[in-house]
């Protein structure tokens, strides 16, 4: 690949990865395990879940608990190993609902991805939380921060 190939090849794959943030967040509100397991590779990592179907059957469990739900993606930071091969720094936010309880959150994903057959996937995504509360707590917490 020359010089100018491999720059288009890593705008395209820059836009790849942020459809695949993109998708990720409209599975998980769609409530979609099925698609949502298609986004990881057979054998990544989801926190200390290992392989495609540990994360699935999590996410069942875990769509079963919690209603409605609204993850929406920010920034992405990305750093390419290989043409293949990129770990990223992704912040975003969620709303979601839990019985009578609303939450909100920042979160914070370390991730890993691999190109697969010319196509982009999680290989790892951990999730860490800048704040995760119920919307009721939300005044008080920004009421508390110094800057």
């Not at 395209?12 to 409209?26: H, N, V």
């Amino acid at each position: 690949m020359n010089q100018l190939e491999q720059r288009i090849d890593r705008i395209e794959s820059r836009q790849a990865i942020g459809e695949l943030l993109a998708a990720y967040c409209s599975t998980i509100d769609a409530k979609d395990a099925a698609a949502l397991g298609a986004l990881f590779a057979e054998e990544a990592h989801f926190g200390d879940l290992r392989g495609r179907k540990a994360i699935v059957d999590f996410f069942l469990g875990w769509m079963a608990d919690w209603g409605p739900s609204f993850h929406y993606p920010h920034a992405l930071t990305l750093n390419f190993t290989s043409n293949d091969v990129a770990t990223g720094i992704v912040t975003g936010h969620a709303e979601q609902r839990r019985g009578d309880e609303v939450w909100v959150m920042a979160i914070r994903y370390t991730d890993g991805y691999r190109r697969e057959s010319g196509r982009w996937l999680f290989t790892r995504r951990d999730v860490g939380y800048v704040y995760r509360l119920r919307a009721d707590e939300y005044p008080q917490f920004f009421g508390e921060v110094r800057r």
